[in-house]
């Protein structure tokens, strides 16, 4: 979320399988988003990058600076669906528009990109809303949507929870979708604060989970530590 390079391959050296880059709430322009993934690419972790919207602009400018994985937000129908993945893919499969001279082939050095690229683009929707939930396997049969991932922050702001995503119904929503995803063979994802909740969702069948962030490691920790200066002062 810090729109650094340098923060971005620092978490990425850490050791995690993936990162998420947050264009949909934090402060990344275009130039960031591709500065953090050459800083990624050093590492070897995997970059997730995730869009502000469904726009296709946006999702054009960032196939083109080389992102391979983009994760939609508020895909609520199979319509929406079919339209994100028809715009990560070159015609006649899609309407991604072609250019040679881009970051993603390297500048031409990957001389067939254009015959490979639709089979290197993941696409992952985000379910973020009970309407979204109520099309769950129709968006899942979607050609082109890798895997699902669920928001538990929007789901509980739709259902009449905002600010509440450990909610009993959220919860109770967010591990039916996982068993709803195992039934019809997609990887399910997710995202909570709370690092032992990691293996909890693990448990239940999700197959990627993202926990916190780099500005709220940054925060927590830097919170513990005045805190610790504050009570050996007054201990002193």
């Known amino acids: 979320m810090c729109a650094s390079p340098n923060a971005a391959e620092a978490m990425g050296w ?3 399988d ?11 322009t275009l130039a960031d988003t591709t500065a953090c993934l ?4 050093l590492t070897g972790t995997m970059p997730i990058v995730r869009l502000p919207d ?14 391979r994985t983009l994760m939609v937000p508020m895909v609520e129908t199979p319509e929406e669906a079919a339209r ?5 893919r070159y015609p006649p499969h899609g309407k991604r528009g072609y250019a040679l001279m881009t970051r993603a082939s390297r500048y031409t050095a990957i001389g067939d ?3 490979i690229a639709d089979d290197t683009v993941t696409v992952i929707a985000q379910i973020e809303t009970p309407e979204a939930l109520a099309h769950l396997e129709e968006i899942a049969a979607v050609p082109g949507i ?10 509980s702001a739709a259902m009449d929870h905002r600010g509440n995503p450990g909610h009993e119904d959220v919860r109770a929503a967010v591990f039916d979708f996982v068993r709803r995803c195992e039934a019809v063979g997609k990887p399910a994802g997710t995202v909570f604060g709370a690092p032992e909740m990691v293996a909890e969702c693990f448990a239940k069948g999700f197959r990627f989970v993202a926990c916190a962030s780099d500005l709220a490691f940054m925060i927590g920790q830097a919170r513990g530590a005045l805190n610790r200066i504050r009570q050996a002062i007054e201990t002193s």
């Open 14 to 16: 850490i050791g995690f």
């Open 18 to 28: 993936f990162l998420t880059l947050d264009i949909e709430h934090a402060p990344h």
């Open 38 to 41: 050459r800083a990624m690419e």
């Open 54 to 67: 469904q726009d296709a602009t946006e999702i054009k400018f960032l196939l083109d600076a080389g992102a």
């Open 84 to 88: 994100v993945v028809s715009l990560t």
């Open 113 to 115: 990109y254009a015959k």
């Open 146 to 155: 890798d895997a699902l991932f669920i928001g538990p922050g929007d789901l």
